[in-house]
């Protein structure tokens, strides 16, 4: 099983602010990463995949970079919107596995 | 406009089963592969279970948390997706979500708002 593991648990800025957050891969998966979005008491979102696609209706502040190991979720002038969950994925090999989430918060 | 319905959360007893819809619209509901993912209260998400379409052969891969104890199935005339829970265990209370697995691999595109699951005595 690929682990992801997210850092940092829980990433405090201001808005306008830049956020950055990591997720490190177990092996290598390629390209094949997503990150969604949570806000309290909804669904996720799918916002980037490909590691650096963004899905559509998503803002372009938000940016994904990486391949490999190695990945992150820019967000370049925090709006009080984004301040929610955020999820990285694997989809290259079963089982399809989750990081553990990088809390956004003011 | 695209949207997934699930229903059939409840609170259930260990060792009792469940069965799970997801009903979905504003798409071909055929051609696309599904997924169940869950959300424990407070945890983090956990892919559960994925089946194919049928034009990819219809089969299905499971989460080793889930396996033998749960089975997904697709019914494509009705655009329903569902989801077998037996064997219930108080580790799979949680927020069952239905996703829309992209065409070309294995992410969750459109999630549905979920229904949730208690299993306790």
């Known amino acids: 099983e690929i682990v992801m593991t997210q850092s940092p648990a829980t990433l405090s800025v201001s808005p306008g602010e830049r956020a950055t957050l990591s997720c490190r891969a177990s092996q290598s998966v390629s390209s094949h990463l997503a990150w969604y979005q949570q806000k309290p008491g909804q669904a996720p979102r799918l916002l980037i995949y490909?590691?650096?696609t963004r899905a559509t209706g998503i803002a372009a502040r938000f940016s994904g970079s990486g391949s490999g190991t190695e990945f992150t979720l820019t967000i370049s002038s925090l709006q009080s919107e984004d301040f929610a969950v955020y999820y990285c994925q694997q989809y290259t090999d079963w089982p399809l596995t989750f990081g553990q989430g990088t809390r956004l918060e003011i | 406009e695209m949207q997934l319905m699930e229903s059939g959360g409840d609170l259930v007893q260990p060792g009792r089963s469940l069965r799970l819809s997801c009903t979905a619209s504003?798409?071909?509901?055929?051609?696309?592969?599904m997924s169940w993912v869950r959300q424990a209260p407070g945890k983090g998400l956990e892919w559960v279970s994925f089946v194919r379409s049928k034009a990819s052969g219809g089969t299905a891969e499971y989460a080793a948390s889930v396996k033998d104890r749960f089975t997904i199935s697709r019914d494509d005339s009705k655009s329903i997706a569902y989801l077998q829970m037996n064997s219930l265990k108080t580790e799979d209370t949680a927020v069952y979500y239905c996703t829309r697995v992209s065409l070309a691999v294995a992410l969750f595109e459109y999630w549905g708002q979920g229904t949730l699951v208690t299993v306790s005595s």
């Open positions: 504003g798409f071909n509901f055929g051609d696309y592969a």
């Open positions: 490909g590691a650096s």
